[in-house]
């Protein structure tokens, strides 16, 4: 089984800055890397796929990088609408998700 | 635009089978694959099982021995079987779609249901 392990489990931050949540697999996927944002009562809305292709209708301050086992979002100027929760997903072999970082907007 | 609708009882005794339906519609299920992922009230996601516009199926290990999915061509639906539950089957259950040829992500999801099992 691949294990996706993300961090921080947390985050606060300010509105405009530039926040980054890592995801790191237990061996390496290529780039078979999807990140999803959760809000609370709803289901996941995809963000990135193939670990750098911003999903149609996403904004551009959401880009996503890396290769193998270590990855990142990246959100280059944090809004109020941003908070939720962020899981990483690999598809490189069945689906595993990572445990989830928690934006919060101070 | 591809919408899904997940179905089904909300309360299900322990032992007994969890039956879900998810409902296609702008769209014809056999064009494409899907999956069932669920999530514990507060807890994080996981992968249940997907199944191929031909039926081919492939399970969660950690499920396999209690998961069935299938395909209703004629009503545009799929759905999940999932026999001797227990508590730890409590979750918002999810279908979605998969997308991206031979490695797929899930990119459109249904907006979840709830089941609990409890007698």
């Known amino acids: 089984d691949i294990q996706m392990t993300q961090s921080p489990s947390t985050l606060s931050a300010s509105v405009g800055d530039r926040v980054t949540i890592t995801c790191r697999a237990s061996q390496s996927i290529s780039s078979w890397l999807a990140w999803y944002q959760q809000k609370p009562g709803k289901a996941p809305k995809l963000l990135i796929y193939k670990a750098s292709s911003l999903e149609g209708g996403v904004p551009s301050r959401f880009s996503g990088s890396g290769s193998g086992t270590e990855f990142t979002l990246t959100i280059s100027s944090l809004q109020p609408d941003d908070f939720g929760t962020y899981y990483c997903q690999q598809y490189n072999s069945y689906w595993t998700f990572g445990q989830g970082t928690k934006v919060e907007i101070k | 635009q591809v919408q899904l609708q997940e179905s089904g009882p909300g309360l299900v005794k322990p032992s007994e089978t969890l039956s879900l339906t998810c409902t296609v519609s702008?769209?014809?299920?056999?064009?494409?694959?899907w999956s069932w992922i669920r999530q514990p009230a507060g807890k994080g996601l996981e992968w249940i099982g997907r199944i191929y516009n031909n039926g081919e199926t492939s399970y969660n290990p950690s499920l396999k021995s209690r998961v069935t999915m299938s395909l209703d061509t004629s009503k545009n639906q799929l759905s999940l079987k999932l026999i001797s539950v227990t508590a730890a089957d409590t979750a918002i259950y999810y279908c979605a779609r998969l997308l991206g040829g031979y490695y797929n992500y899930m990119d459109v999801w249904g907006k979840g249901t709830t089941v609990t099992v409890s007698s």
């Open positions: 702008g769209g014809s299920i056999s064009t494409y694959f």
